[in-house]
T-cell receptor, first 115, second 115 residues
Framework: GAGVSQTPSNKVTEKGKYVELRCDPI?????LYWYRQSLGQGPEFLIY????????DSGLPNDRFFAVRPEGSVSTLKIQRTERGDSAVYLC?????????????FGPGTRLTVT | AQKITQTQPGMFVQEKEAVTLDCTYD???????LFWYKQPSSGEMIFLIY??????QNATEGRYSLNFQKARKSANLVISASQLGDSAMYFC????????????FGSGTKLNVKP
């Protein structure tokens, strides 16, 4: 079946602009995660959704970052007034929820470059 | 303090030999889970193996095994009979029961398998 997909795969934007990054989880997966991976680092947790609600957004670095998942499936990570320090690969992952919740399935990521 | 420490930025191993990738963790939560992920150059994180803090036996999945030493807070990944396709970044991760949906990742180890 289809895995987690993320669009766009690459995004170049100018400092100060607004960007949206999209994640399509595996069908039926109730849990969805966003991570940020800077060069040479491991993924850094941003936000977790269970269904439509953001169950834990404690990893969002500041109020320029926001994420939604209005129908409990597709999620969009929104970054306002982008800064050069936001340049990273943004990873999305989903999991079935319940007892198998430890197995996250990751998408290929969106590489964001802020110039 | 770092939740996950991976002290080997890079490792080399000869094809068909075994290799151990080190991971130490820091938590005061008695209940936690430990994970290993593989990230090939294509970028997609692949779940390899999971160990629960209360599991008595070391986890194994095919050629992967997790050497869990609770008192030393270490969770090393052992890959037996290395293959060229094992060349990738490997990340150790943890989540604590008190913050069940937040995963902490280490900085990774780049494994190169030589023919």
């Amino acid at each position: 079946g289809a895995g987690v997909s993320q669009t766009p795969s690459n995004k170049v934007t100018e400092k100060g602009k607004y960007v949206e990054l999209r994640c399509d989880p595996i069908s039926g997966h109730t849990a969805l995660y966003w991570y940020r991976q800077s060069l040479g680092q491991g993924p850094e947790f941003l936000i977790y959704f269970q269904g439509t609600g953001a169950a834990d957004d404690s990893g969002l670095p500041n109020d320029r970052f926001f994420a939604v998942r209005p129908e409990g499936s597709v999620s969009t990570l929104k970054i306002q007034r982008t800064e050069r320090g936001d340049s990273a690969v943004y990873l999305c992952a989903s999991s079935p929820g319940g007892d198998m919740d430890y197995e996250q399935y990751f998408g290929p990521g969106t590489r964001l470059t802020v110039t | 303090a770092q939740k996950i420490t991976q002290t080997q930025p890079g490792m080399f191993v000869q094809e068909k030999e075994a290799v151990t990738l080190d991971c130490t963790y820091d938590t005061s939560d008695p209940s936690y889970g430990l994970f290993w992920y593989k990230q090939p150059s294509s970028g997609e994180m692949i779940f390899l193996i999971y160990q629960g803090s209360y599991d008595q036996q070391n986890a194994t999945e095919g050629r992967y095994s997790l050497n869990f030493q609770k008192a030393r807070k270490s969770a090393n990944l052992v890959i037996s009979a290395s293959q060229l396709g094992d060349s990738a970044m490997y990340f150790c991760a943890m989540r604590e029961s008190r913050d069940f949906n937040k995963f902490y990742f280490g900085s990774g180890t780049k494994l190169n398998v030589k023919p």
